[in-house]
């Protein structure tokens, strides 16, 4: 059902255009030899209520420069009096004929001039004139305004994608809309029609939306607007919005690929052709085998004259091996396909399952045909499951992607990882599955889990396999929560782990390999945020742990090499800090590309410590990316160990030198750390925009994660000074931190502190234990 809001905004616009169009009339009245002409948005009756006038005063030249600025002023100066903003020139025909020949958004503007008001003649002439003039430059015209299109992608990324993006200047919105009117006003090839008309009106309307809500013309959908627009546009929820508009960004984007490739095919065309003869002479474009019934013709993978319709292996077979060829599949092909009635049977026969795997280990090419098959409802027809989590926003600043952008993304990372697993299809099918749960009621790795039963015994795997690719999707962010915020060396952290492998249906040595490759590759299609050089050593150690104790010890004499290697390095470290005079030691590794380095401490382990350090590295504009801290006997005195991950905050890393003097003063009480960090703090949050859907900090004791520790888990919104509030409040309390596990994911904190079990917080459910959780909170409030 048509949303009543969309039908209602439609008719606001051509009564806001229509209103402004008779404004001008009368501001011009009856003054010959001129003309208004609204261009750009104004000129296709686009009006938003952010929208500005977009008019060219139009004349013949029979008046002086002084009676020209005259009208001109009696026209503008009434609507700057009347707060509108407008956008305006004073032109001849022939002076904005140069112009459009020499700035190619104005000629993009004008493309859609429209007459409002005195002599349509001087109009007629003006749009007669561009537009020839547009069709005869094409071939020049069109690769610029394909460059503005790539430019706009590189800076403002894609709208499909993005938590806020902006309606009118990211990939698949507005801008991209009206390149397809320039495209097909060139006659250099025709565009696809109706989705990509629909979705721009949607935009229009959100838009329209947004400007009445804020009072402001920008297009950037906000977080903290979106649930007043969802309500104003007859959504039910924030996500259903965006959902929306991401399927309209990527209708828009789709149409634009389609249309971009006919371009290119006709001015090769051109380029091979000379004349009309030369046209009519060009043989044939060749035609290559690619698969049975699927060639390459024209840069694109097409069916075959002579391709079995009645085949229902056909449309995976043409998006494999369009896929692994890197080529997009032809618009009228797929068409084809869409409209023929073939249907597989269940379970998938092997063929039909083999080309999946085929299209699904296919690397890069797999998104641009995934995309294709989606935009014409195949890729629905194979997969049921895929409509529900069609556009599906993430609100979740770690991820870049929509969930099923995410889902493929994380197959392509899986195929680049296929050769290191022995069931490489195993690998693919599970990231294929791993995130189908979410959007639904409960936990999503459990709902996704009770999807891919059904789904792997659709795709006709056998029973032991879909064992395995349930357990590895309802297993798949097990492995990144242990490598990353467990202490791995304690006992109690392969547990989890262990026990998933030995229930997988599969060698738990495989299992532990797949569920290793997955979490990699879904870490990499997060985002920036979630991988790292830093992040995959930390699952290669789980993975060396965990295979260590699956092969019953054989490579105990390796992990012991590796735990004395790095005992030695922590004893040199604390030796350092035994002979100097403050007994502090501090060492550092040079900053790598990414401009992350590393900071070791070892210094006296007294109750607070920890608070002390993470306080003067953020004193310093220092950014607390990681931690690993360790206990240290040395001549009767405990040391703490500390190896930070960090970057700064801006600039460069502060030298040595400094930093241990400033851990000396924090030590004896002179530098006054907890004042100035307070000082910073409060000037930090007077001049703070309010996050927008920032949740509460999560503090909770983890039952059973270690065996001879008490452990805390703190997860909050990362700010300066974040990890020095969390230690002092449990130093505050008398606690002891013997370990921690430190970790920033983009803009959210996760910290594990391993607490001795004598000291603040004996047992989960304890009172100690109950004012630790408190005292934190508090501090975090």
């Known amino acids: 059902m048509e949303r009543v809001a969309g039908m209602r905004y439609a008719q606001q616009r051509r009564e806001r255009s229509d209103a402004a169009d008779e404004w001008l009339v009368r501001l011009l009245g009856d003054a010959g030899g001129a003309a208004l002409v609204a261009v750009g948005g104004y000129g296709r009756r686009q009006l938003s209520p952010g929208s500005d006038l977009d008019v060219v005063l139009l004349h013949d030249g029979s008046r002086d420069s002084a009676a020209i600025g005259q009208l001109a002023d009696s026209i503008w100066y009434p609507i700057w009096d009347a707060k509108t903003m407008l956008d305006h020139s004073v032109r001849t025909v022939a002076e904005a004929r140069a112009v459009a020949q020499q700035d190619l958004p104005v000629a993009l503007g004008m493309l859609t001039a429209r007459h ?26 069109l690769p610029e305004l394909r460059r503005l299109r790539e430019e706009r992608r590189e800076r403002h990324g894609e709208l499909a994608y993005r938590l806020e993006g902006d309606l009118k200047e990211c990939a698949g919105g507005l801008r991209d809309a009206d390149s397809l009117t320039a495209i097909a006003a060139s006659w250099i090839a025709d565009v696809p029609h109706g989705a990509p008309e629909q979705a721009q009106e949607f935009l229009l309307d959100v838009r329209w939306a947004l400007h009445t809500r804020t009072g402001r013309s920008a297009d950037r959908l906000l977080l903290q607007e979106q649930d007043d627009l969802a309500a104003e546009l007859d959504f039910e929820s924030a996500d259903d919005l965006m959902t929306a508009v991401s399927d309209a960004a990527r209708t828009i984007d789709y149409a634009c690929d389609v249309a971009w490739r006919r371009v290119d095919q006709a001015l090769a065309t051109r380029t091979r052709s000379t004349g009309i003869s030369g046209l009519l002479r060009r043989a044939a474009p060749e035609r290559e085998p690619l698969a049975d019934g699927v060639v390459r013709a024209e840069g694109e993978a097409a069916l075959a004259l002579a391709a079995n319709l009645d085949d229902p292996v056909l449309p995976l077979r043409i998006a494999a091996a369009a896929a692994r060829a890197g080529l997009p599949i032809a618009p009228a092909s797929l068409e084809r396909l869409a ?13 039909a399952r083999a080309e999946l795997l085929r299209l699904l280990g296919s690397g890069p090419g797999l998104v641009q045909v995934w995309e294709e098959l989606d935009r014409t409802g195949l890729l629905v027809r194979l997969l049921p499951e895929w409509e529900r989590i069609r556009s599906l926003p993430q609100r979740n600043a770690l991820h870049v992607h929509t969930v099923d952008r995410h889902i493929i993304e994380t197959v392509v990372h899986a195929a680049e990882r296929a050769r290191r697993v022995a069931r490489p299809d195993l690998l693919l099918a599970a990231a294929l599955c791993h995130d189908l749960g979410k959007g639904l009621p409960g936990d999503h790795c459990v709902t996704g889990a009770e999807l891919t039963v ?10 032991a396999d879909v064992a395995t690719l349930t357990a590895l999707t309802r297993h798949h962010l097990l492995f990144a929560e242990l490598a990353v915020h467990r202490d791995p060396t304690d006992p109690a952290t ?19 390999a797949l569920l290793h490759l997955l979490t990699e590759s879904d870490s990499q299609a997060t985002g920036p945020a979630v991988w790292s050089p830093w992040r995959a050593s930390l699952y290669r150690e789980l993975a060396a742990r965990a295979n260590t104790v699956l092969a019953g010890g054989t490579s105990a004499a390796r992990e012991a090499a590796a735990a004395h290697a790095a005992a030695d390095a922590d004893e040199t470290l604390v030796s350092q800090a035994a002979l100097a005079q403050d007994r502090i030691a501090v060492q550092a590794l040079a900053p790598g590309s990414a401009g992350i380095g590393r900071i070791d401490v070892a210094i006296p382990d007294d109750v607070g410590v920890l608070a002390l350090v993470a306080g003067v590295l953020t004193l310093r504009h220092i950014r607390v ?24 905050e801006y600039g460069s890393l502060p030298d040595l030198g400094r930093l241990r003097t400033d851990l000396r003063s924090a030590r004896l009480g002179t530098l006054k750390l907890a004042e ?16 927008a859907l920032t949740p509460p ?25 974040l990890l020095h509030r969390i230690a002092s409040a449990i130093a505050g309390i008398g606690a002891d931190i013997t370990r921690a596990r430190i970790a920033t994911l983009g803009p959210q904190a996760v910290d594990v502190f391993y607490l001795r079990p004598d000291a603040g917080a004996e047992a989960v459910g304890s009172a100690a234990a ?12």
């Open 116 to 141: 409002v008001a005195g002599d349509p003649a001087l109009t007629e002439a003006l749009r007669a004139a561009l537009l020839a003039d547009w069709r005869k430059h094409a071939p020049k015209r």
């Open 339 to 351: 409209s023929s009635g073939a249907a597989l049977t269940e379970p998938w026969p092997e063929p």
């Open 454 to 463: 059904k789904l792997a015994a659709r795709l006709g795997f056998p029973p």
């Open 494 to 512: 392969l547990a989890p782990l262990l026990a998933a492998a030995a229930d997988s249906g599969t060698n738990p040595a495989d299992f532990v």
């Open 625 to 648: 990316l990681g931690a690993e801290i360790n206990t240290v006997e040395a001549s009767g005195t405990a040391y703490a160990v500390q190896r930070w991950t960090v970057a700064a």
């Open 676 to 691: 100035r960090l307070e000082a910073r703090d409060r000037e930090r949050l007077s001049s703070r925009r309010q996050a």
């Open 697 to 721: 900090a999560s503090v909770r004791l983890l039952a059973g994660a270690s065996h001879d520790a008490t452990v805390l888990e703190v997860r909050a919104e990362d700010s300066p000074g």
């Open 770 to 781: 109950e004012e630790l959780v408190d005292a934190v909170h508090a501090a975090l409030s």
